[in-house]
């Protein structure tokens, strides 16, 4: 299968499904990794060009360390809006492009204005994949991918229907966030459960992974939610490694 997975920012797939993702690819499934954005306003004192270019080098050497392909969509990181015509066409054709069968996304529930839009047109445009008059660049092909939403920031109000053990890709998913050198401090400054201590990001993740695990009875797993999308695809199929 093609695996997809579309976030907001660099680094937001990383933090809630990289384990996913490395086992999908240790399993031999193709993995793509897209954001929005290039996460242009991730730094306190660069120019936005200068960290916009280094958050996308960071997303490509992590999506690296699984062998998977980085796509940056290039809006700009707060300032995303879906424009008429332009937005939905171009996720349509980076769909087309990795020739998706799951597509992993941000959940309808966020705190951040990116991280929604990005998940909604993910949604809005599954079913249009295969229809040859949305003309892009990448032709159709007949499949409506399976779409699964990871958790928001911080899980609030968020109940997994499925999860997938990663215990074993945990040190895997913890070298593809290690790529993310620039967001470090960024978020020590900028988020009050961070301040001051650029660990602490990581123990975040440690915390949900491991309590992911005690509910799915394993060491470390990451939780998702299907969308409900009957019309659209088998839901009898499972997709999940
Ligand atoms: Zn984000």
């Given at each position: 299968m093609n695996i997809l997975a579309v976030g907001a920012h660099p680094d937001d797939v990383e933090t809630m499904c990289a384990g996913t993702l490395a086992k999908y690819a240790s399993l031999g499934h193709k993995v793509f990794i897209a954001t929005a954005?290039?996460?242009?306003?991730?730094?306190?004192?660069?120019p936005m060009e200068e960290i916009g270019r280094i958050r996308k080098q960071e997303a490509a050497n992590s999506a690296a360390i699984i062998g998977a392909e980085y796509i940056c969509l290039d809006y700009h990181d707060e300032m995303f809006f879906e424009e008429p015509r332009k937005t939905r066409l171009d996720f349509i054709n980076l769909v087309r492009h990795c020739k998706a069968d799951v597509i992993f996304t941000h959940y309808p529930?966020?705190?951040n204005p990116d991280h929604e839009l990005t998940g909604k047109i993910i949604n809005d445009i599954a079913v249009m994949?295969?229809?040859?008059?949305?003309?892009?660049e990448e032709p159709p092909y007949d499949v409506i991918p399976s779409i699964w939403y990871f958790e928001p920031s911080c899980s609030m109000r968020f109940v997994p229907t499925d999860y997938v053990d990663i215990t074993d890709f945990y040190d895997t998913k913890m070298k593809m966030l290690n790529c993310?050198?620039?967001q470090r401090a960024w978020m020590a400054d900028n988020y009050a459960s961070m301040r001051?201590?650029?660990d602490r990001f990581f123990d975040t993740i440690r915390i949900t992974s491991e309590f992911r695990g005690m509910q799915a009875q394993c060491k470390y797993a990451e939780g998702f939610v299907r969308a409900l999308d009957g019309m659209r695809t088998r839901m009898t199929e499972r997709v999940l490694p």
């Open positions: 954005t290039n996460g242009d306003i991730g730094s306190a004192t660069l529930e966020d705190y994949i295969p229809i040859a008059k949305l003309e892009t993310m050198e620039s001051g201590d650029e």
